[in-house]
């Protein structure tokens, strides 16, 4: 039998954590390889700073997993290949409250109630909005960065013939 994942072993690894500003929320994306296809699972979690304190983010079995503690939200859970982009790595940032964050899936910002909550003003009441639409292969927006006021954000706009640059909406 073939044991996939990073080098022959099943892992999964956290590589993108950020904090809220007031300190009270944090959102980890934990990424898996599983099998000798490279294929791979992205997780997106919110959780109150406190559930994560003094704990060991582990996945041995032994200790006790972050994502199974109180108050740990998760919001996206995507399968891909490893020859493909690997989706949701392109920046996350909390509004100043903690209360919401945008996230660059690698094409498009959305946006997402950090409690797990639907929008209920809009229509089939969805778990998150797209701020920004990008296009695959064309259009690109990564990194949202959030004022201190909330009021505005910037992000990376890249189009299909590589020009990029900083924007602010």
Known sequence: AI???LFGVNSEYLDMIRVSRDGSTVLSRWSSSADAAYNHTAKIFTAPYASMAGQFISKDGVTTDWEDQGGVIKHIEVAYNHYSSSPYIYGASFLPDGSQFLISDGHSIWLYNTNGSPFADEPGTPV??????GISGQ?????PDVSPDG???VAGKINNAGNSGLYMY
């Open 128 to 133: 998150r909005k797209e701020i920004l639409n």
């Open 139 to 143: 259009l690109h927006y990564t990194y």
């Open 151 to 153: 009021k505005k954000f």
């Open 3 to 5: 044991v996939g994942g």
